[in-house]
């Protein structure tokens, strides 16, 4: 990559459409979605004009809350093309947690499916705009959310004050003609914030990371040009779409080469298995535990991998030996690991195609072009030298714009010369390669999931038998990590493990809820007075006899 790109991402896919037309764009195996570029541009086009009938205009909040369906990513490039901001909904997320979400962005418009495994979002969305019931889409107003509008539904029913997704093709021609979108687009600026991504924080409330076109694009096309990406590539996307995974890893790699996009709509093994074989994928993207999934799925032996070579493995740390696995099994021998946080939008190094496995395995690679890394003590600030560990800090085009209404927190994270802290320890050798060492933030990552313990202690707290509780990571062979709760109990309170799990389960997003749960008459403490989470954390690994899964060797 000679330079850093300047285009939105309307005129991205403007320009790719011209270019590969007749090549296909996104394509669906379980479903009758297959767009070639040009078919996709047409269709992004036609739904832009619908959001825009509705009132969705430049710097607007659009939230999208969906599995991967072909709404979602039609939906990102349809507000793209009005300047209009999405904000993506972590399809986990329950009442407590979307609540927060919409009300904070201050969304304009709701795009939603039905629901995802046991979360009904449809019943949520009732439940939180009871005037929703009798009323015709777009004519109530909720004084909770005061900014929302619209809802969206994408699926077969017709409900109450919500617009079925179909209706944004009436007559769109009729509203805004292809010379007024074209004025729109052309108008929009390349540093205008595109997509706000919810990142939880030590402080307990998730932040709206905003990121911009050129942050995503150029963070995308790094990202593709380490794997050789062309226009001959088709990459299956079984990551989520809400993550950067999915946005940015999957979605702008794949638009910034032309490749083509082979989504599933939610992870399931033997359906990504097939995906990847009927499509003649040549890269799949995944965590660690679907590429687990996929290796011990019954019907593995089935397929032959003809067409695979590369993809990407991130999320959580990869352990060496399912990433030999994927080498020698799947033909994946340009798999790249990539490393980087949502406020970095999010990749600041990668492996090469053409990296050794030794590199593979142990490190996170090297830095991308334009971005600077260096390796700090946490304590003095001072440049640590080859090989010794510090906190990792990142500063270039890929850096957010800031969280969203919150300027502390964005000052806290973002040094005034433009390094942003990524909390992570990290250390480089001599020739620039990077391993990850550990983390100075309290954060528990769970499959892929980032977890921070004080926005699921100060739920906990809300509990009337909780007298105090900690979050800790412990060490899983399946998921790298897991949660446990320590939990102090009221005086004459009782409450079992099963309970305090149910409690979280049924607010908050199913990956939060603790695995363990144990009760503790106090929390070992320093001379200061500070809880050592570090003691609870090895007491956790003796008490539960994880002893094995802690000795796992990771990338």
Request: aromatic share 10%; with cysteine.
């Amino acid at each position: 990559m000679d330079q850093l790109w300047e285009i939105t991402l309307g005129d991205l896919l403007d320009q790719m459409a011209d270019r590969y037309p007749d090549r296909d764009c996104v394509v669906y195996t379980d479903r009758p979605f297959r767009k070639t570029y040009k078919e996709f541009r047409a269709l992004v086009n036609e739904t832009a004009k619908g959001f825009a009938r509705l009132g969705v205009k430049k710097g607007d909040h659009v939230a999208i809350w969906a599995t991967n369906y072909p709404e979602w990513i039609v939906t990102l490039f349809a507000t793209a093309k009005l300047g209009a901001v999405l904000v993506t909904v972590n399809t986990n997320y329950k009442i407590y947690e979307v609540e927060y979400l919409l009300r904070q962005s201050d969304s304009h418009t709701l795009v939603l499916i039905d629901g995802f495994k046991d979360v009904d979002y449809v019943e949520i969305i009732q439940q939180l705009i009871p005037e929703l019931k009798g009323s015709k889409p777009g004519q109530w107003h909720n004084a909770n959310l005061p900014f929302l509008q619209n809802i969206v539904y994408a699926g077969d029913r017709q409900l109450d004050g919500i617009h079925n997704w179909n209706s944004l093709y009436e007559r769109p021609g009729e509203f805004m003609s292809d010379a007024e979108l074209a004025r729109i687009q052309a108008g929009l600026d390349v540093h205008d914030v595109i997509n706000m991504q919810y990142t939880s924080g030590t402080t307990g409330f998730p932040k709206g990371v905003m990121l911009t076109h050129f942050n995503i694009i150029n963070n995308g096309k790094c990202i593709g040009d380490r794997m050789n990406f062309t226009q001959l590539d088709r990459l299956c996307i079984p990551v989520p779409f809400f993550h950067c995974f999915g946005l940015v890893l999957a979605i702008m790699a794949s638009l910034t080469h032309g490749a083509a996009m082979v989504p599933i709509d939610a992870f399931q093994a033997g359906k990504v298995l097939k995906a990847i074989n009927d499509e003649n994928c040549t890269a799949v993207h995944g965590v660690p535990t679907m590429f687990i999934a996929m290796l011990e799925h019954p019907d593995f032996p089935k397929y032959q991998f003809e067409h695979l070579r590369t993809g990407i493995m991130a999320g959580s740390p990869c352990p060496i030996k399912v990433m030999q696995e994927v080498i020698d099994k799947m033909r994946m021998t340009e798999i790249t690991i990539t490393y980087g946080l949502t406020e970095a939008s999010p990749g600041c190094t990668q492996s090469r195609a053409d990296d050794t496995v030794e590199r593979k395995v142990s490190t996170v690679g090297q830095i991308f072009p334009f971005i600077e890394v260096k390796i700090v003590d946490p304590d003095t600030g001072e440049v640590c030298p080859p090989n010794v560990p510090g906190e990792f800090m990142v500063r270039g085009y890929n850096i957010m714009k800031g969280y969203y209404k919150m300027p502390e927190a964005t000052a806290q994270a973002i040094e005034p010369d433009g390094w942003l802290h990524s909390g992570d320890l990290a250390s480089c050798d001599e020739e620039g390669y990077y391993k990850i060492t550990g983390r100075i933030k309290d954060i528990i990552i769970r499959g892929g999931e980032n977890i921070y313990p004080k926005e699921i202690e100060d739920f906990l707290y809300t509990h009337p038998s909780i007298k105090d509780v900690q979050l800790v990571g412990v060490p899983s062979k399946e998921y790298g990590e897991e949660v446990a709760a320590y939990v102090i109990l009221k005086e004459n309170c009782a409450l079992s493990a099963d309970e305090v799990k149910e409690y979280v389960k049924s607010h908050m997003a199913r990956y939060k809820t603790p695995k363990y749960v144990q009760f503790i008459d106090e929390f070992p403490m320093t001379a200061s007075g500070k809880i050592q989470k570090y003691r609870l954390r090895e007491m956790a690994v003796e008490s539960l006899n994880l002893q094995d899964a802690a000795g796992i060797e990771t990338a």
